[in-house]
């Protein structure tokens, strides 16, 4: 099975500033990498799939970067909207997902 | 547009079964498959597995080891319904459960993101 870590656990940042979320794999993926948004008594959205495209309707303030084992959400300028919990997943090998980074308001 | 749509809530006795359904509307059922995942409270999300409604791999599964020997998937093509069944219910059980659309064949195990997932059902394991 795949081991998926993501870093960190809590990021505290505020409105308007830039957010960097890490995820690395336990081995490689290729680009077989999603992100999600959850948000309390939601179901998960996708932001990015294949490590780097954004999903229909996402806002061009969510990029994703990496391939292999190590992989990046960025969240340029951060809007109130977007204070939520963030999980990678990997589909190359079936799938895991990471523990999630909750990303709160500093 | 896609949706799936699933059984409502359910509380369960230690030791009992649960079954629970995923109705698939707007899209062509039998070209993908479908994961379950499921995620206990305040936890993360887990993969319990995947079955194929595909033509020609249709009722094809693949579960996580964890849950081998203690859950089962199935579909029902003609109303376009995904099942999955988890048996000798324990409290850590206790999660909300999502049906997903997948691949309808992973080749060399290499499934897709979820860009259509249900509503969740919340199963309560309690006695």
């Known amino acids: 099975e795949i081991v998926m870590t993501q870093s960190p656990a809590t990021l505290s940042v505020s409105p308007g500033e830039r957010a960097t979320l890490s995820c690395r794999a336990s081995?490689?993926?290729?680009?077989?990498l999603a992100w999600y948004q959850q948000k309390p008594g939601q179901a998960p959205r996708l932001l990015i799939y294949?490590?780097?495209t954004r999903a229909a309707g996402i806002p061009a303030r969510f990029s994703g970067s990496g391939s292999g084992t190590e992989f990046t959400l960025t969240i340029s300028s951060l809007q109130s909207e977007d204070f939520a919990v963030y999980y990678c997943?990997?589909?190359?090998?079936?799938?895991?997902f990471g523990q999630g980074t909750k990303l709160e308001i500093k | 547009q896609v949706q799936l749509v699933q059984s409502g809530a359910e509380v369960k006795r230690p030791g009992a079964s649960v079954k629970v359904s995923c109705r698939a509307s707007g899209y062509t059922f039998t070209s993908f498959g479908i994961t379950w995942l499921r995620q206990a409270p305040g936890q993360g999300l887990e993969w319990m597995g995947w079955?194929?409604?595909?033509?020609?791999?249709?009722?094809?599964?693949n579960y996580a080891q964890k849950f081998q020997g203690r859950v089962t998937m199935t579909t029902d093509i003609s109303t376009s319904t995904a099942y999955m069944e988890l048996r000798s219910l324990r409290s850590d059980d206790t999660a909300v459960y999502y049906c997903?659309?997948?691949?309808?064949?992973?080749?060399?195990?290499?499934?897709?993101?979820?860009?259509?997932w249900g509503q969740g059902t919340v199963i309560t394991v309690s006695s």
């Open positions: 294949g490590a780097s």
């Open positions: 997943h990997q589909y190359n090998n079936w799938h895991t």
């Open positions: 997903v659309r997948d691949l309808g064949y992973c080749s060399s195990n290499r499934c897709s993101f979820f860009d259509h």
């Open positions: 081995q490689s993926v290729s680009s077989n």
């Open positions: 079955i194929s409604a595909y033509n020609g791999y249709n009722g094809n599964t």
